[in-house]
């Protein structure tokens, strides 16, 4: 990197995407392929291989049948701190890229997701920012 980001950030790689891999005992790991695939024609779409995708994270959706894949969507500078969401009917996709938003209008880097137990159907993005 160069410029102003010289030093201050991480070498990275384009982004190709979100891989999926998957384990039967957490020590061997099968990589299943491409989950959610980057979009190469469009320099400004959140998934264009410039940007930042990081942190996914699935959940099942009963309601809908399909799965949810919740994931950090950034610029290089990690201006942007949007929280980008796509939807499969199987874990391993592939995954349609829905968007990105900022919850609550707030700054979303460091985020998950959590299935209530409880309240069957209940889901919750836990995304934390300095207020």
Known sequence: MHGDHAGRYPAR????GVSCYSSTDLLYWKYNGLALAADTGNP?????????VE????IFNEMQQEYVMWMHIDVMDYKAARTGVAVSKTPEGPFRYLG??????QESRD???????INSGVAWLIAG???
């Open 13 to 16: 790689v384009d982004a190709i």
């Open 100 to 105: 990105s938003v900022r919850p609550d209008g």
């Open 55 to 58: 942190r996914p994270k699935v």
């Open 44 to 52: 400004h779409a959140d998934l264009h291989p410039s940007r930042v």
């Open 129 to 131: 920012w300095r207020g």
């Open 111 to 117: 985020m998950t997701v959590f299935k209530d137990p």
